[in-house]
């Protein structure tokens, strides 16, 4: 079935596209923020979403409680895209180095909006106290904690440092906004209870730290946490004041690997054309390569390995063990999944499918824009998104 | 050693940049491309250097022989983009759907140029004939050959095959060039007799194909290899009237896995900048993290596993042992090569280091430009790149 075979709709349809592409299903993406909404609706917190997944203001607005925020972001890139397009509520969500400060005063003085940084160690609180007085500017700090030993922050036990840190910002130009934990650790999960297990030591980390700093007599109003994972099985928000999370709004085969969606919730799929066919093995070739997959194979370690991705019909259904088992640049190559008694589809040269991706982040990061659709193959918008920094 | 604290010449030098960002030494890309001229200077070839890795016109013209080309690309936009730059002479490397025709008609007619395409199998054959007599077109034509069953193409020995396509090629309003391979498997040895074996299965491979057109009245004047391995180790090039090679220009750890190269020849680095440490276990955090790397890991099944990148001080010195162990979107971690008795460099807050990566293609699409720099720290250039379809 060649394009020239297929009907097409008034409006532009999967056909009309060129391959790959990134096709985003915008109800999918409300439900699956429906989702974590309702979930977090019983508690007193405010959901801070993390825009680094998307990296689009269209998708922003269906994620955030209002054009202004609040929000988070990965790169100061990010910071002055959001900030531009109304989001005045950000928090830059990576440890800062001192070349940075002046980068993010330049936005915050353009955009009439707040991005607050991440310190964890002394030496940044002291640029930081240097930087402000000789800027005559002050930027909103929040203290980065580390609730599972998993990358960056302050251990939450660690009071003198806490204090440290604290009084050499409370004593600076800058504004102490409060603490901050990212349980990264739970990615390595996969069940409800061992997921609330972990979502409660990021609450309980966070929240020691910030009773050390009000301790001393510091004020620490906001109380931070957040990862996909924690966010949707947390059974207890004491004491914590805002929720991050960024790839649930998409979600992805790995964040299905660890339970937080199904598959067939998945709102980012890549776009495929069958180019060739290959015997022994019996392979399906399509132009959807490493470059529009991206080169993660995070659901490698899961107990299901969905290889580069799992494919699905041009209405998002799932093929069952249907994979994207090998990829070059820009080429991809579909078979079975091994041990799997299922037999390739029928698919002709100039065909089209869907691919689920192992990691949103880091397939949409290969792309310049979502192809926006709902149920059904016609294309409702285009949304632009960035990269870099 | 904090930003403040470096001297800076009166130009742009490393600590002026934004980090991550990648960078790029041209003498090394110069070095790299005179090495592999030099290897190839006995053989009566033309070498047709392969894009997709530098997506740039400033580096394509380092390496192609003329400013209009040879040369090869991935994507119809790297062959929109290289035409529109005065390159005239195109291979789009990867197999085609028939929805692609139209557009490589338009980027000849808009530019000037020929934009030949590869085919395996009588469904493009025909349907690019079909496509020909309507558009009133005529594109250039190769017929790709599997020469180690690694991917796409007609097996070399599959004869009727290879004449259908020839002939329906021939009969068709388009060109028939010639036949062309590439060595995909060649990615996965590592010594210089295996490696040269591959490459005469690569030659043979394709001048069987060749002679097969030729006995039926068919002209095959291009007779085209390729890949970077095979390029570089290749002793005899009977037949073969052009050698293709992409990855070769920039290099990376994973060529120099394989022996192409060393890693103190890799052109490419991704600079990054410390912010933060962690102790036990002992890491420096620096900005640079998967999305500044890629998720590439390609080293990891080789003999030598170089986790995330090589880390290197600011004049290009490989760091033994100091690796990029573990990355999170924004967020890298150095430290330590496990087994290795040396020590992590004491590296502070705001200070700089560059990082060698696994794979050059996927690293360097992961940014927007190069900032170029020679031997020393001063950025003499800066290069756009392009990405996407």
Not at 126 to 143: M, T
Not at 186 to 207: F, I, K, N, Q
Not at 238 to 244: K, L, P, S
Not at 321 to 339: C, F
Request: negative net charge.
């Amino acid at each position: 079935m060649l394009r020239d075979d297929i009907a097409t709709s008034d409006g532009l349809t999967f056909y009309d596209l060129e391959t790959p592409c990134l096709l985003l299903d915008r109800s999918k993406v409300q439900s699956n923020i429906a989702r974590l909404r309702a979930h977090l609706a019983p508690f007193d917190v405010v959901l801070r979403p993390h825009l680094k997944t998307a990296k689009s203001i269209d998708v922003a607005r269906l994620a955030m409680t209002s054009p202004s925020g609040p929000a988070m972001v990965s790169t100061l890139k990010e910071a002055d895209y959001f900030a531009r397009n109304g989001v005045t509520d950000l928090i830059y969500g990576v440890g800062i180095s001192p070349a940075k400060f002046e980068t993010v005063a330049a936005i915050e003085r353009t955009h009439g909006a707040k991005v607050a940084i991440l310190i964890d160690c002394l030496a940044q609180a002291h640029a930081l106290a240097e930087w402000s007085q000789q800027a005559n500017h002050s930027l909103d700090v929040f203290i980065e904690i580390d609730c599972d030993g998993h990358r960056s922050g302050v251990a939450p036990d660690n009071r003198v440092m806490l204090e440290a840190i604290g009084q050499m910002v409370s004593r600076s130009a800058c504004n102490l906004r409060g603490v901050l934990t990212h349980a990264g650790e739970s990615y390595s999960l996969h069940d409800a209870d061992t997921l609330a297990g972990a979502a409660e030591r990021e609450r309980c980390a966070v929240v020691l730290a910030a009773n050390t700093l009000r301790a001393i007599g510091l004020q620490s109003p906001h109380v931070s946490i957040g990862s996909t994972p924690t966010a949707h099985f947390t059974r207890n928000l004491d004491g914590v004041t805002e929720v991050r999370a960024g790839v649930f709004m998409f979600g992805d085969l790995f964040q299905a690997g660890v339970g937080v969606l199904q598959p067939q919730d998945i709102a980012v799929s890549v776009l495929a054309t069958v180019i060739g066919h290959r015997q022994s093995p019996d392979r399906i070739i399509v132009d959807a390569g490493w470059m529009a997959m991206s080169r993660d194979r995070s659901t490698q370690n899961q107990a299901i390995d969905q290889a580069y991705g799992l494919v699905c019909d041009l209405d998002g259904a799932i093929l069952h063990d249907v994979l994207l088992l090998e990829t070059n640049q820009e080429h991809g190559s579909i078979g079975i999944r091994q041990g799997s008694h299922r037999t390739l589809p029928d698919l002709a040269i100039g065909q089209r499918v869907r691919i689920l991706p192992n990691h949103a982040c880091a397939t949409c990061a290969q792309h310049d824009s979502y192809q926006v659709c709902d149920a059904g193959q016609a294309i409702i918008a285009t949304w632009p998104r960035i990269s870099g920094w």
